[in-house]
């Protein structure tokens, strides 16, 4: 039996993800990163969450998602101009999130 392939969504994140964030932190035993926050849900669920304040990053441990957050700092790159975000201070993406995409 094959397995159906997982839908990512990058999206930003809202007031309504305040919960899953608390959570997906303490999973990841790291402190909330600041707002903005962008984040990668995989079928529905909450992942990763990329601060676009200063490229901080926190992911659910048990599941993959190296390629999740690599994802997320590509995304972040490509709306740091559309932010006013300087080039100095946008999250840079990994040689991971180029062969994931």
């Not at 303490?26 to 490229?55: M, T, Y």
């Not at 201070?89 to 062969?99: C, E, G, V, Y």
């Amino acid at each position: 039996m094959s397995r159906l392939p997982e839908t990512i969504t990058v999206r930003p994140a809202s007031a309504d993800d305040a919960s899953a964030l608390i959570r997906l932190a303490a999973l990841d035993s790291a402190p909330l990163p600041p707002a903005p926050l962008v984040v990668a849900e995989v079928d529905g669920e909450l992942r990763a969450a990329l601060s676009l304040a200063n490229g901080r990053s926190i992911a659910d441990p048990f599941h993959l998602s190296l390629a999740l957050v690599d994802l997320l700092r590509l995304h972040a790159a490509a709306m740091a101009p559309a932010l006013g975000v300087s080039a100095h201070r946008r999250p840079r993406a990994t040689a991971a999130a180029l062969r994931f995409a």
